[in-house]
């Protein structure tokens, strides 16, 4: 297939050259940026807000909210206040102490962030849920993390099943409560202390616990401890290229590892000011936070990019975008079509980032000062190490497809699947991290993603990845999303599948199948053309976007999907 390529276009980015940067990093250099390089103390919140205050940058603005009409601002000591004061509800009026785990069960609001903040302030353990969760992930989460307080709103409260739960001792409620069981969070705050003794850690000690859904059975807690600010911060620096007047918006929500490691930590620690939009995705406000908010730094995800790209390039005419100046994306692989349509509308590139909840923070990107091939991940950052190897754990040559897998050691990789040693160990080939991602590594030292392992297509013999094909359909006009899997079949072993989407305008046919089959098969191979073809209205995606192949592929079979906590049901 022809690969566009993309010139570097930023003039002033972070890290210049790429490869000397590679080659001479250190760790150790970069852990001179923190004030614990000085005093040993370490705690994430002080590096992210309390510090810049200490610093004399009290007045800088550091969270911008917005939502619908709503809009509000506040400084890096606005929130230095209000995080001492949630963390002092939090230890005074919960009991929560070092290490305990407390949960934010919330809606993106300012309070999620105080809160968040606070209770690392007090040294507990943070356990962001999405707020779509029902009742069910909810107690499966808190009941696997014995989570002593949650902190949530009137409208998700029912889901919270207390009495279940012997080890919550407190429902925190946002917003007014009139239930006694519950603590009221809005007069605590009112009357709580601006003043707090941050708790000073260990910088091994457990910081944020995301859930991530397993394929089978039950989701598991990814473990991350405070140390892992270092590698935030600079990929903040080297891939964000994050710079002091920067107004940044990383679209995720907190209840995703996105969302916290690049929507609150890295931002922070490289003190810009931070974007949180609240409410439901549209074009119009999307468009106009970007506009309203003079947002310079955009980083979002696939789903979101199509979406947008969706809704046509005449609404984009309405708005003033002229404020960015770069444009990331994470969570899925990153379409060349995509990175075509950034370069038509925005005139610039978008750079994708391949990282999981379990590595904490980037480990492949494209950055800032390095050609980008559409389609492809990029390269390793600087401080990680990246290979491609067989099932044995041997290196495998350039193009060759095979497990995609880390050097173990990178300061943000998780610690511990929480309660699940044996899960913890299933990850590793001797000194390798398996991402369960299949990749190749081109002669260049570009990777490319083909799709998760169990994904990967045997047909005729060849083995295919899921995500060619699907970046070739969407590329086709009729095609808004596609996903597709390995049926199996007699003869061929497995035959590819597609579920596909249509846009707005165009109606599902046998014709129009012919017509998308007769596509693939023209540009990009016969044997990668679908043989099959499912016309579904939208396909099944997890709240943070990602198309889930494995319940197309249970809805194929009619198997059991596994769980499915964390699939998006609107
Ligand atoms: C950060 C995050 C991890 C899985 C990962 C891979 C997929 C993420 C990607 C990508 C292709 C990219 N993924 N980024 N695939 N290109 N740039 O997404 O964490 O929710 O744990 O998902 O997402 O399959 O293994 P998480």
């Given at each position: 297939?022809?690969?566009?390529r993309?010139k570097?276009t930023?003039e002033?980015p972070?890290m210049?050259?790429y490869e000397?940067v590679?080659?001479?990093?250190?760790w150790?250099?970069?852990?001179k940026?923190?004030?614990w390089?000085?005093?040993?103390k370490?705690?994430?919140?002080?590096?992210?807000?309390d510090?810049?205050v200490?610093?004399?940058?009290?007045d800088k603005?550091a969270?911008l909210?917005?939502?619908g009409?709503?809009?509000?601002?506040?400084?890096?000591?606005d929130?230095q206040d209000?995080?001492n004061?949630?963390?002092?509800?939090l230890?005074?009026?919960?009991?929560?102490e070092k290490g305990?785990?407390?949960?934010?069960?919330?809606?993106r609001?300012?309070?999620l962030?105080?809160?968040l903040?606070?209770?690392l302030?007090?040294g507990?353990i943070v356990?962001p849920?999405f707020?779509?969760f029902m009742?069910k992930?909810v107690?499966d989460?808190?009941?696997?993390?014995?989570?002593k307080?949650?902190?949530?709103?009137?409208e998700?409260v029912g889901r919270?099943?207390?009495d279940?739960l012997p080890?919550l001792?407190?429902v925190?409620v946002?917003?007014g409560?009139?239930?006694?069981?519950?603590l009221?969070?809005?007069?605590a705050f009112e009357?709580?202390?601006k003043e707090?003794?941050?708790?000073w850690?260990d910088?091994?000690?457990?910081?944020?616990?995301?859930?991530?859904?397993?394929?089978?059975?039950?989701?598991?807690?990814v473990?991350?401890?405070h140390?892992?600010?270092?590698q935030?911060?600079?990929?903040?620096?080297?891939v964000?290229d994050l710079?002091e007047?920067?107004v940044y918006w990383?679209t995720?929500d907190p209840g995703?590892v996105?969302g916290?490691?690049?929507?609150?930590?890295?931002?922070?620690?490289?003190?810009?000011t931070?974007?949180?939009?609240?409410?439901?995705f549209?074009p119009e406000a999307?468009y106009?936070?970007?506009?309203d908010l003079k947002?310079t730094?955009?980083y979002?995800a696939p789903t979101?990019?199509?979406?947008l790209m969706?809704?046509g390039?005449?609404?984009?005419k309405?708005y003033d975008l002229s404020?960015?100046?770069?444009?990331?994306?994470?969570g899925?692989?990153?379409?060349p079509?995509?990175v075509?349509?950034g370069m038509?509308?925005f005139?610039l590139?978008?750079?994708?980032t391949w990282?999981?909840?379990e590595?904490?923070?980037?480990m492949i990107t494209?950055?800032?000062?390095?050609?980008?091939k559409g389609?492809s991940?990029?390269?390793?950052?600087p401080?990680?190490e990246?290979a491609i190897i067989d099932?044995?754990?041997n290196?495998?040559?350039a193009?060759?497809?095979?497990?995609?897998?880390l050097k173990?050691?990178w300061?943000?990789m998780?610690r511990e699947i929480w309660k699940?040693?044996?899960?913890f160990d299933?990850y590793?080939?001797?000194?390798?991290?398996?991402?369960g991602?299949?990749a190749?590594?081109d002669?260049?030292?570009?990777?490319w993603?083909?799709g998760?392992?169990?994904?990967?297509i045997?047909?005729a013999?060849?083995r295919?990845g899921?995500?060619?094909?699907e970046?070739?359909?969407?590329?086709h006009?009729a095609v808004q999303?596609?996903g597709?899997?390995g049926?199996?079949?007699?003869?061929r072993?497995e035959?590819?599948?597609?579920?596909?989407a249509?846009r707005?305008?165009?109606?599902?046919?046998?014709?129009?199948?012919e017509e998308?089959?007769k596509?693939?098969?023209?540009?990009?191979?016969?044997?990668?053309?679908?043989?099959e073809?499912?016309?579904k209205?939208?396909l099944?995606k997890?709240?943070s976007?990602?198309?889930?192949?494995?319940?197309?592929?249970?809805w194929?079979?009619?198997?059991?999907a596994?769980?499915?906590?964390?699939m998006d049901?609107?």
């Amino acid at each position: 297939m022809k690969v566009e390529r993309y010139k570097v276009t930023d003039e002033n980015p972070n890290m210049k050259n790429y490869e000397e940067v590679y080659e001479n990093f250190d760790w150790g250099e970069i852990e001179k940026n923190f004030s614990w390089s000085k005093t040993n103390k370490f705690n994430m919140a002080y590096e992210c807000i309390d510090k810049h205050v200490d610093e004399g940058y009290g007045d800088k603005t550091a969270l911008l909210y917005k939502n619908g009409e709503t809009k509000s601002s506040y400084t890096f000591k606005d929130m230095q206040d209000a995080s001492n004061k949630a963390a002092n509800v939090l230890k005074n009026e919960a009991g929560v102490e070092k290490g305990d785990r407390v949960f934010i069960f919330m809606a993106r609001s300012p309070e999620l962030y105080f809160s968040l903040l606070g209770a690392l302030k007090v040294g507990a353990i943070v356990g962001p849920l999405f707020e779509a969760f029902m009742e069910k992930a909810v107690k499966d989460r808190l009941e696997n993390s014995d989570a002593k307080v949650i902190v949530t709103t009137p409208e998700l409260v029912g889901r919270i099943p207390a009495d279940d739960l012997p080890n919550l001792e407190k429902v925190i409620v946002v917003g007014g409560t009139e239930d006694e069981n519950h603590l009221d969070f809005d007069a605590a705050f009112e009357n709580a202390s601006k003043e707090f003794d941050t708790e000073w850690l260990d910088k091994e000690d457990g910081m944020i616990l995301h859930y991530t859904s397993g394929s089978t059975g039950q989701p598991k807690g990814v473990l991350h401890v405070h140390y892992a600010m270092i590698q935030q911060y600079i990929s903040g620096k080297y891939v964000l290229d994050l710079k002091e007047d920067d107004v940044y918006w990383c679209t995720a929500d907190p209840g995703w590892v996105t969302g916290t490691s690049y929507g609150i930590f890295a931002p922070w620690l490289n003190r810009v000011t931070n974007v949180v939009v609240g409410g439901r995705f549209s074009p119009e406000a999307w468009y106009g936070a970007i506009e309203d908010l003079k947002v310079t730094v955009w980083y979002s995800a696939p789903t979101a990019f199509r979406m947008l790209m969706g809704a046509g390039d005449e609404i984009i005419k309405d708005y003033d975008l002229s404020s960015l100046r770069h444009l990331l994306s994470v969570g899925e692989p990153l379409n060349p079509e995509v990175v075509k349509w950034g370069m038509e509308v925005f005139n610039l590139r978008i750079h994708d980032t391949w990282w999981m909840t379990e590595t904490g923070a980037h480990m492949i990107t494209n950055f800032p000062a390095m050609e980008i091939k559409g389609g492809s991940m990029g390269k390793p950052i600087p401080g990680v190490e990246a290979a491609i190897i067989d099932d044995e754990g041997n290196e495998l040559p350039a193009n060759r497809m095979g497990n995609l897998a880390l050097k173990t050691g990178w300061p943000a990789m998780m610690r511990e699947i929480w309660k699940n040693k044996p899960k913890f160990d299933s990850y590793f080939i001797g000194e390798w991290y398996i991402s369960g991602d299949s990749a190749y590594k081109d002669e260049e030292g570009y990777y490319w993603f083909q799709g998760r392992v169990d994904d990967v297509i045997m047909t005729a013999g060849e083995r295919v990845g899921p995500f060619e094909i699907e970046s070739k359909l969407v590329e086709h006009p009729a095609v808004q999303e596609a996903g597709v899997i390995g049926k199996p079949d007699p003869v061929r072993g497995e035959i590819v599948k597609a579920f596909i989407a249509v846009r707005e305008g165009y109606d599902p046919s046998d014709e129009l199948k012919e017509e998308i089959r007769k596509y693939v098969k023209e540009g990009l191979a016969a044997h990668a053309a679908p043989r099959e073809i499912e016309f579904k209205d939208k396909l099944p995606k997890t709240r943070s976007g990602k198309i889930m192949r494995r319940v197309l592929k249970a809805w194929e079979l009619n198997i059991d999907a596994g769980d499915l906590s964390s699939m998006d049901e609107d």
